[in-house]
């Protein structure tokens, strides 16, 4: 069975620091794209970071640009992302999605689309 694990979800202060990790089971992470997308109160699906399976390309989302990370652990078969000058609006359950097609992922970015994979989410608040 594939699945995705989110963990590094907690409440932290404006101005703070998280970093949200994603490890596969039952598949081998070094084949696909990772996507991270969350899901605000009140809001729809964001697509926030995609990195490709070789970790050589990246996309962010404008609103999260300069301040949050991704990379990846092929050996670890675990995605990061690394959360910096985390803002209110942050806060979300995080999803991450796995597919070994990059564009599909980065077109998900934006669109409703089909991935092969898709974490449980874990969630991040950012309050004073």
């Known amino acids: 069975q594939l699945q995705l694990v989110e963990s590094g979800g907690d409440f932290v202060q404006p101005g703070g620091s998280l970093r949200l990790s994603c490890t596969a089971s039952?598949?081998?992470?070094?084949?696909?794209?990772i996507g991270w997308f969350r899901h605000g109160p009140g809001k729809g699906r964001e697509g926030v970071s995609v990195i490709s399976s070789s970790g050589g390309s990246t996309k962010y989302a404008d609103s999260v640009k300069g301040r949050f990370t991704i990379s990846r652990d092929n050996g670890k078969n675990t995605d990061y992302l690394q959360m910096n000058s985390l803002k209110p609006e942050d806060s979300a359950a995080y999803y991450c999605a796995a597919d070994k097609d990059f564009q599909e992922i980065v077109l998900t970015m934006t669109s409703n689309r089909y991935l092969e994979v898709w974490g449980q989410g874990t969630v991040v608040t950012v309050s004073s």
């Open positions: 039952g598949f081998s992470l070094e084949d696909y794209a």
